[in-house]
């Protein structure tokens, strides 16, 4: 049987923060603000993989009052909920996601990205898209204070 799962994410941009999208540190003079190292695609992508598996989302999973989390690579998160996936014997078809963001462009690293989740799910890479939009400068988005992205997963119980 197949499940799909829908995963959403949105977090500040802040000065004197590294930028991480999609396992991939991307250089700009700002990151996104968080308690892990706020990763929105991961995050995301996380989102989508509990939805189709039924689990708790990333908050109750990862709460950011846990000291663990602090500072986490959100690759780690990602990693264990692939774990998680697999636990519950399903596994992973495909992930597409969008992230919106003003700047930097994204284009030069979406191929990184892709391999990058594509790793840590064990499946090849052109099962994993990404897809990068700007807001058109509007709202928190455009005026560069934000970025946002939406994810969707499908799993398999091969059933
Ligand atoms: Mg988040």
Redesign the pocket.
Known sequence: MQRIGIGY?I?RLAEGRKLFIGGVEIPHIKGLL?HSD?D?LL?AVCDALLGAIAEAD?GELFPNTDPRYQDISSVELLREVSLLVKKKNFSVQNIDAVVILEEPRLSPFKGEMRSRIASVLGIKTDCVNVKAKTNEGLGEIGHKDAAASFAVAIVSDGG
């Open positions: 994410d977090h968080g706020a929105v995050h990333i």
